[in-house]
């Protein structure tokens, strides 16, 4: 990816991690061997928990990760993500289907159906969609968030300290800089020139592969990679073990889930306390260097330091 003086000054985080963008590399990441230290024991349980109705998606949805633009909308949200998939289908050309059937492990009769706009094909992929992200993504979210966010959290600083390049260049051990042009020594091999349109980052709890690059229908790119905490090792609920110990549960809790910026009324309807307990571990935490607070006309909003993502982090 060549860069110019003003894509630099374009890179920016996703919000937030997208369903149908999560299922796409959760189906992928499935599919594949490594890692599986990490995500042997999910692939093992998805293997017998996955619908069949979902299976058809494996003709889409590839190891490599390079997957049909379509079938991963970068939307918000599952009925607006469903509805985008939907509104693609006028824009599915020939080519694209020579590469997809191509590809699939399977007959490519309901692909072919799909690129004929056949209603009945259609529902179906509607279904598998839901039924996958109700079965791989959903019962995972709040996991899903959580690595996001503390990969977020931990790039921010990264930039802050270190600046774009050192952000990108830590996305993958085949990362590195040649000039002002960001490289991934691993195939495929292709250019891209982003020509100001502007560079999205986004880490994944799933993915474990190379970085993916995606054009969104604004010209603009996403640049996929997996996150510093796959999702096997993301908490599923406060943190545990010694950062309890050091720190308390509650507030460790508190610290945790300031990965993701909340005001004090969130903190508290998050972990269930009261609002004089969330505003006296905050004040600590601040005290410690942990976290910020900010203003914001009425709201207060606090969020997690680098210092205390590298606790959280280490604690991991």
Do not use: C
Request: hydrophobic share 45%; net charge neutral; glycine share 8%.
């Amino acid at each position: 990816m060549h860069f110019g003086a003003e894509d630099l000054l374009g890179v920016t985080f996703a919000p937030e991690p997208y369903p149908l963008v999560e299922l796409a590399l959760a189906l992928a990441a499935w599919q594949r061997t490594d890692e599986a230290a990490v995500f042997g024991r999910w692939r093992g349980r998805l293997a017998r928990e996955l619908p069949d109705r979902v299976r058809p998606l494996l003709d889409l949805l590839r190891p490599d990760g390079d997957n049909p633009a379509f079938v991963e909308p970068y939307v918000a949200g599952l009925d607006e993500a469903l509805a985008a998939v939907r509104a693609a289908a006028p824009d599915l050309t020939a080519g694209q289907f020579r590469t997809v059937a191509g590809r699939a492990p399977g007959p490519d009769s309901w692909l072919r159906a799909l690129w004929r706009r056949d209603r009945d094909a259609w529902d179906g992929l509607e279904g598998a969609l839901r039924a996958g992200y109700e079965t791989v993504v959903a019962p995972y979210w709040p996991r899903i968030r959580q690595s996001f966010h503390a990969d977020v959290a931990w790039r921010t600083r990264l930039m802050a300290a270190h600046g774009i390049r050192a952000a990108l260049a830590s996305t993958h051990p085949a990362a590195r800089w040649s000039g002002t042009t960001f490289e991934v020594g691993l195939p495929p091999d292709y250019e891209v020139r982003p020509a100001g349109r502007g560079l999205q980052l986004m880490p994944s709890a799933f993915w474990t592969g190379r970085p993916l690059l995606a054009e969104r229908p604004d010209g603009s790119y996403v640049l996929l990679y997996p996150a510093m905490t796959p999702l096997p090792l993301a908490g599923a609920g406060p943190a545990g073990g010694a950062l309890d110990a050091l720190l308390g549960r509650t507030r460790a809790a508190v610290l945790q889930s300031l990965t993701q910026r909340r005001t004090t009324s969130e903190l508290a309807r998050a972990l269930d306390i009261s609002l004089p307990s969330v505003s006296e571990h905050t004040r600590t935490l601040r005290a410690a260097g942990l976290i910020t607070t900010e203003r914001d006309g009425k709201a207060v909003l606090h969020s997690v330091t680098g210092l205390g993502v590298e606790l959280l982090h280490s604690s991991r």
